[in-house]
């Protein structure tokens, strides 16, 4: 098995023309439980327009809008909360792409309606494209769909199949996507992550600059996390065998010199935030991998794997020293301390109030309660609108993380 090839960006001044990039979301609902479908819609109406003003209008992204539609929760009702509206006045236009799986999409594009947000001077430049679709479950599932009424091992990771689902939509209907191709990065944002404030530097030129195939916004300590990821090892075993691949040298040992910090079965990265090179995200041996655990039968849907667990296991497979190419924007995220995201979870010592506070100045937050204000933003002010692309005192803030892993 070769490395996949990756783009090795020269370490010099951003480029003529920004990179390009589109934030996916996948937006399910849980008519099973009406109560939680309802607040989960409040909450995206709520949440998206944040998204809309402090990340994509000022970092010129795109935004692919795919609802999972059920009773209740519909694309049409969506579009409406957030005040969407057809470019160019006509609600009938559409476009169609072919997936690399051959199936297609066909999204219409809107405009978030300036109404809808907390400053009114955003202009239209983001395109925000929206699609009804039904995510197909696994065929070894379709082929025996009482699989999904076994019970998830360990009790503690059980979860609904509609969450599971989604999560592995992710790691390979996302990666298919033929509307990727048109960008150079990919972008996954959750529907529970708020946006408080700009983010003062080009994300996806700080990307290029530095040849990175993955940026996050916060990855699990010391270990990563083994509580939902069991079995993942066996997995990559089973694909390296399969593909007869020679297994990569940090897969030989736990202490390899490649990737000594990497545990064989673990969540590494958290992964509501995340973004991606499309280039090498969508070569052939990572779809192939995606497409290998997608139909792995002992996996998601046995022990509730999320996409927690794919994005480093397929870098560690076909990159050495694979660190090397993911850059950290945890001191993006907001925290009730500067020196770990986790804080969050000590209420004990931060107060019940601890995951909407934003003590280090960040950007973005995960709340748990959306009627809840932060409690200190402490926030710079920037001028709203896109970033001057080539205008110097921009270059100078691109992003240097001083995060440090101080969590006890």
């Known amino acids: 098995?070769?490395?996949?090839?990756?783009?090795?960006?020269?370490?010099?001044?951003?480029?003529?023309?920004?990179?390009?990039?589109?934030?996916?979301?996948?937006?399910?609902?849980?008519?099973?439980?009406?109560?939680?479908?309802?607040?989960?819609?409040?909450?995206?109406?709520?949440?998206?327009?944040?998204?809309?003003?402090?990340?994509l209008e000022s970092q010129g992204l795109d935004m692919l809008l795919l609802v999972e539609e059920s009773p209740g929760w519909t694309a049409r009702s969506i579009i409406s909360c957030l005040r969407l509206e057809p470019i160019h006045g006509n609600a009938t236009t559409s476009q169609t792409w072919i997936n690399l799986d051959g199936t297609k999409l066909t999204a219409k594009p809107y405009h978030l309606d300036p109404q809808n947000l907390s400053r009114q001077s955003v202009q239209h430049m983001s395109t925000i494209y929206v699609a009804a679709i039904k995510t197909e479950l696994p065929q070894y599932i379709q082929k025996d769909p009482s699989i999904l009424k076994k019970p998830i091992t360990p009790k503690s990771c059980d979860a609904p199949r509609r969450y599971i689902q989604a999560t592995r939509w992710y790691t390979r209907e996302m990666l298919h996507l033929g509307i990727l191709q048109h960008y150079d990065?990919?972008?996954?944002?959750?529907?529970?992550?708020?946006?408080?404030?700009?983010?003062?530097?080009?994300?996806?030129?700080?990307?290029?600059?530095?040849?990175?195939?993955?940026?996050?916004t916060a990855q699990y300590h010391p270990r990563g996390s083994q509580t939902c990821a069991k079995g993942i090892h066996n997995a990559v075993v089973n694909f390296t065998a399969s593909a007869h691949a020679t297994t990569t040298s940090w897969r030989?040992?736990?202490?390899?010199?490649?990737?000594?910090?990497?545990?064989?079965?673990?969540d590494w990265y958290y992964t509501n935030f995340v973004?991606?090179?499309?280039?090498?995200?969508?070569?052939?041996?990572?779809?192939?991998?995606?497409?290998?655990?997608?139909?792995?039968?002992?996996?998601?849907?046995?022990?509730?794997?999320?996409?927690?667990?794919?994005?480093?296991?397929?870098?560690?497979?076909?990159?050495?020293?694979?660190?090397?190419?993911?850059?950290?924007?945890?001191?993006?995220?907001?925290?009730?301390?500067?020196?770990?995201?986790?804080?969050?979870?000590?209420?004990?010592?931060?107060?019940?109030?601890?995951?909407?506070?934003?003590?280090n100045g960040g950007y973005f937050l995960h709340p748990k309660d959306y009627r809840i204000s932060l409690t200190s933003q402490n926030k710079k002010t920037r001028p709203l609108g896109r970033l001057l692309w080539n205008d110097t005192s921009y270059q100078q803030d691109l992003f240097e993380s001083t995060y440090q892993m101080k969590c006890s």
């Open 275 to 359: 973004i991606f090179d499309t280039r090498f995200w969508q070569s052939p041996w990572i779809l192939e991998f995606s497409n290998f655990l997608s139909e792995y039968p002992h996996g998601f849907f046995s022990y509730r794997w999320t996409d927690q667990i794919f994005w480093h296991q397929a870098m560690g497979l076909f990159l050495s020293n694979y660190t090397d190419y993911v850059v950290d924007y945890t001191n993006l995220r907001c925290m009730p301390s500067p020196n770990c995201w986790r804080s969050s979870y000590d209420f004990k010592k931060y107060g019940h109030d601890a995951w909407h506070r934003c003590d």
């Open 185 to 216: 990065y990919v972008l996954k944002v959750d529907t529970d992550i708020l946006f408080v404030d700009t983010i003062p530097f080009h994300l996806l030129e700080d990307m290029k600059r530095k040849g990175a195939i993955m940026g996050h």
């Open 1 to 55: 098995m070769q490395p996949v090839s990756i783009r090795n960006a020269p370490q010099s001044s951003p480029s003529k023309t920004p990179p390009t990039g589109i934030v996916v979301v996948l937006a399910t609902g849980t008519d099973d439980v009406p109560q939680v479908q309802q607040d989960n819609f409040r909450r995206i109406c709520k949440v998206i327009p944040t998204q809309v003003e402090f990340l």
């Open 252 to 266: 030989r040992s736990i202490c390899s010199a490649s990737s000594p910090e990497l545990q064989w079965d673990v």
